[in-house]
């Protein structure tokens, strides 16, 4: 009787103290800007109207780019005419609306509370299927490095590595020049033929079944030309994986 009262006596203390701790920092939902207090859960800073709007992609993919199917079998429409170095790709969520401004918050505003949660759902895959021997992050353009201060993808795999008891390399390197945010697919792909480099040696890879972690898919570029090099150094087969794809 004594134990009961002493910890509903703690959960009240404990309610009041996050109650006050929040008026005087008061928190804020990332997507909405709705004050929190005491609602943020799992250390991600989200009202729980805008948590539940973030369900993962699920249902039947295209087994090229990952895109959710409408009516194809297994490959949609666009991807019946390109081939991809990697083996397939899988994203966690559609990138649009609350999960675009979570990304925006862990890239540019180093949320990395965030990128524990990304981790989380990423390893989640990874344990359904666990054909990986090695992660490897695709590296950012120097030039976003150096005004940003942070490489948000290679944090990730380290945390996502770290969950799945799998290695993390950062063997890519990514060499200056134009960002390919504003180019369609075919420029894209002219403009990163030399972009990626690989770094370090071969051996690393060598025989490797690597998951390669990105942030954002877009057209599959990236990917694609990332890819391409792990398996000109004898990695044994790419599969790459994203937080959304737009």
């Known amino acids: 009787m004594f134990n009961g009262k002493r910890e509903g006596t703690r959960h009240i203390f404990k309610k009041a103290f996050c109650y006050l701790s929040y008026l005087i920092f008061p928190g804020k939902c990332l997507v909405c800007g709705r004050d929190l207090l005491c609602e943020q859960t799992e250390g991600i800073p989200l009202c729980s109207e805008c948590r539940v709007k973030l369900v993962p992609l699920a249902g039947d993919r295209c087994q090229k780019c990952g895109r959710l199917l409408i009516s194809e079998l297994e490959v949609c429409t666009s991807c019946r005419n390109k081939e991809f170095a990697f083996k397939s790709h899988k994203s966690l969520f559609v990138y649009r609306s609350e999960i675009k401004e979570l990304i ?9 509370s965030l990128a524990n949660w990304f981790a989380s759902l990423m390893s989640q895959e990874i344990d359904n299927n666990s054909n990986y021997d090695l992660i490897v992050p695709v590296p950012p353009n120097p030039a976003t490095l150096a005004k940003r201060g942070f490489d948000q993808v290679n944090y990730l795999s380290r945390l996502v590595a770290a969950r799945t008891r ?5 063997c890519l390197a990514h060499r200056k020049g134009k960002s390919q945010k504003s180019l369609n697919l075919a420029e894209r792909l002219k403009n990163i ?15 490797k079944r690597i998951l390669l972690i990105d942030d954002i898919f877009t057209t599959g570029a990236t990917l694609h030309a990332c890819a391409k090099i792990l398996l000109e150094k004898k990695a044994a087969s790419v599969t790459a994986m994203t937080i959304a794809q737009d």
């Open 166 to 170: 799998l290695n993390s390399l950062n």
């Open 104 to 112: 925006y918050q862990y890239k540019f505003r180093k949320r990395r």
């Open 193 to 207: 033929e030399d972009l990626f480099y690989y770094k370090g040696h071969s051996e690393a890879v060598a025989n």
